[in-house]
């Protein structure tokens, strides 16, 4: 069984993420499907995750930009029934975002179908999504690719 540390060291010592030379580890679209995989053997029924994407230009100056409101969290908890949550209090999401998927998943114990659909279903959405408000902001994120950290 894994915990949620050990769980988050391996998906960032995939081959083909980033590391920024201050350390900091992207993980890459592709790498991230490995996270069904890992979680499924998490020992605990109340670990949660929360998926923090970003543009980043690896070439030259390593533009970083952080896509906040994208961000995904899921958490497995003992409920009766595994459920997505809109713009829970706090968040200070865009309509088009929410238009998209819900920010927050909660799973049931043992609802394993579910919490596939929903790593699936987020990361197909990011993986089409253009980010073009943020690619306008700055020439360097014209070309930047999609990573993740998850916390």
Not at 11 to 38: A, L, Q, W
Not at 74 to 99: K, M, P, Q, W, Y
């Amino acid at each position: 069984m894994k915990s949620r540390k050990e769980i988050i060291k391996k998906m960032e010592h995939f081959e083909g993420n980033y590391t920024r030379s201050c350390g900091d580890i992207f993980i890459t679209p592709e790498n991230m499907k490995n996270f069904v995989n890992f979680t499924k053997l998490c020992d605990s029924d109340d670990e949660a995750f929360l998926f923090t994407p970003y543009l980043i230009n690896t070439e030259g100056d390593e533009g970083v930009c952080e896509i906040y409101e994208y961000e995904f969290s899921l958490s497995f908890e003992n409920v009766a029934e595994s459920h997505c949550e809109g713009n829970v209090d706090g968040n200070r999401i865009f309509v088009e975002t929410l238009d998209c998927f819900a920010p927050k998943a909660i799973i049931a114990k043992g609802d394993f179908g579910f919490f596939v659909q929903v790593i699936e279903s987020y990361l197909g959405i990011m993986n089409k999504r253009e980010f073009e408000r943020f690619r306008n902001a700055y020439e360097g994120f014209k070309t930047a690719g999609l990573y993740y950290q998850i916390f």
